[in-house]
C-alpha cells in the first residue's frame, strides 16, 4: 500500500517553487509595497495591523507552507495536502476582502488602494488581493491535479533469495 502513495519529488517542484515566491509576495508586499509607491493604506512601511494579518500574512503562510510541502514531498498524501493548503490561501486572498464584513461589524477590512490614478488602484487590487488568488488557485490546482492523476507506482519487493545449486563439470585434455 505504501507504495502506492508514493510518487517522483520532481512532480511538484516547479509549481511549488512558484507557489512559494507568491506566498512570500502575498505576505510581505504590504510591508516593502509603501518602498515603491505600491500599497494600500496605511501606506507606510512595516506597519503591522490586525486586517494585515488575516488577510495578507495568514494566506501567504498557508501559500508558502503548501509550497514547501509541494517540493519536499514524496508521499501522494503530503503533496495534495500541500496543494490544497495553498488553494484555500489563494482563495482566501481573493475573498477574504469579501467576507471580512462577517466578522468586522460590517466594515470591510484591509484599508483600500493608496495611488492617485485609476490605473494604480486597480493594479493595487490586482496585485495584493485578487488577481494574486486566483493565480495561486491556479496553480495549486494544476498541481492537484497532476498529482491525483499518477498512476499508481508499485514497488515491488526484492523477490526472496534461494540458494542456487550448481554443478560444477571439468573437462580433461589430453595433451
Known amino acids: 500500500m505504501t507504495g502506492m502513495l508514493r510518487m517522483r519529488r520532481s512532480r511538484g517542484v516547479l509549481s511549488g517553487f512558484l507557489l512559494v515566491l507568491l506566498g512570500l509576495w502575498g505576505g510581505l508586499i504590504a510591508f516593502v509595497g509603501p518602498y515603491f509607491h505600491y500599497a494600500y ?15 495578507e500574512i495568514l494566506p501567504g503562510a498557508a501559500v508558502l507552507l503548501g509550497g514547501i510541502l509541494l517540493m519536499i514531498a514524496t508521499g501522494r498524501h503530503i503533496a495534495l495536502f500541500g496543494a490544497l493548503l495553498a488553494a484555500a490561501g489563494g482563495a482566501w486572498f481573493t475573498l477574504g476582502t469579501v467576507f471580512s464584513p462577517l466578522w468586522n461589524n460590517n466594515v470591510p477590512l484591509g484599508g483600500s488602494p493608496a495611488s492617485l490614478t485609476v490605473t494604480m488602484r486597480i493594479a493595487e487590487q490586482v496585485g495584493f488581493f485578487t488577481g494574486l488568488g486566483i493565480v ?40
Do not use: C, H, N, Q
Not at 41 to 55: F, V
Not at 136 to 165: H, K
Open 41 to 55: 493604506t496605511p501606506d507606510i512601511a512595516w506597519t503591522y495591523t490586525s486586517a494585515r494579518l488575516w488577510l
Open 136 to 175: 495561486i488557485v491556479a496553480i495549486a490546482s494544476a498541481a492537484f491535479g497532476r498529482i491525483i492523476s499518477l498512476p499508481a507506482e508499485v514497488v515491488a519487493e526484492p523477490a526472496p533469495t534461494e540458494p542456487v545449486e550448481t554443478t560444477e563439470t571439468t573437462e580433461t585434455t589430453e595433451t
